[in-house]
């Protein structure tokens, strides 16, 4: 891990790029001595296309961590293997709870229904903090946008204790996204079409209708808003807060 102060790392960086628009971003966080040794984590969601994009045209070899909790759309695993071959991703990392770790916590596979905090836990937090563990940033697809604590976001921003976040499309706009898939001819998730704007495992995510928020389909009818693999202090976030 690097040396020195994450908030002063974080407000240097933030203070050298902080007019580069979000591929000059990205291609800087990749080869900044400062920012060490980096890794994309992707959901290969509904968005997820726009970063991938990016990774290609700047760093193809750049490692990006795919958390496959074993409960995902079939579609979402096919879309993954299309996405990178089309895209030329020569590092993708597929990471999953172990056998073992199922058989322990889940074995049923019903958890879910009845701890959802745990289940995320396990098949997300738990193997993505174990894989993150040789890297001193990972680049995410958060925006302001998207309201909660993310309204304040910059571009680089602290993770105590050791490692920094990457937010190249933290100023985009929802229609950013779109027009950047759209220009750039991207692939999108299959599950969009069919009402699914924000994607996650199966047992979890239900369509949207037209005019609800984006991701009240994730958790329906639950007060659950993030999966937890966002980290404030060093702790696991839980619950409401969408840092
Ligand atoms: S989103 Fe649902 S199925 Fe997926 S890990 Fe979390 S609780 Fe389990």
Redo the contacts with the bound molecule.
């Keep these: 891990m690097l040396d020195g102060n994450l908030d002063s790392r974080a407000e240097r960086l933030n203070g050298r790029y902080r007019h580069h628009a979000a591929i000059d971003v990205l291609r800087r966080a990749v080869s900044d001595p400062e920012l060490g040794r980096v890794a994309l984590v992707s959901s290969f969601g509904a968005e997820s296309v726009v970063l991938l994009h990016m990774v290609s045209v700047v760093a193809p070899g750049l490692p990006v961590l795919f958390i496959d909790?074993q409960?995902l759309f079939p579609e979402t695993l096919d879309y993954q293997r299309e996405v990178s071959a089309r895209l030329g991703l020569t590092d993708v990392r597929v990471i999953r709870a172990s056998e073992a770790e199922v058989a322990r916590h889940d074995p049923d596979g019903t958890l879910?229904r009845f701890d959802?905090d745990a289940?995320?836990d396990f098949?997300?937090t738990v193997p993505l903090e174990r894989a993150l563990s040789g890297f001193d940033a990972w680049i995410t697809g958060r925006k302001r946008f998207q309201g909660g604590q993310r309204t304040e976001l910059e571009f680089f921003e602290p993770e105590p204790p050791l490692r920094l976040r990457v937010n190249p499309l933290a100023h985009w706009r929802a229609s950013d996204v779109q027009d950047y898939m759209i220009e750039n001819n991207l692939p999108r998730h299959p599950l969009v079409a069919k009402g699914y704007p924000s994607i996650?495992?199966a047992?979890?995510t239900s369509p949207v209708k037209p005019g609800e928020d984006p991701r009240s389909g994730r958790w329906r009818g639950s007060d659950k808003t993030e999966?937890g693999i966002h980290f404030i202090g060093g702790r696991m976030v839980r619950g409401k807060v969408t840092a």
Excluded: L, V
């Design positions: 909790t409960m879910h959802t289940c995320c098949r997300k996650g495992c047992p979890c999966c």
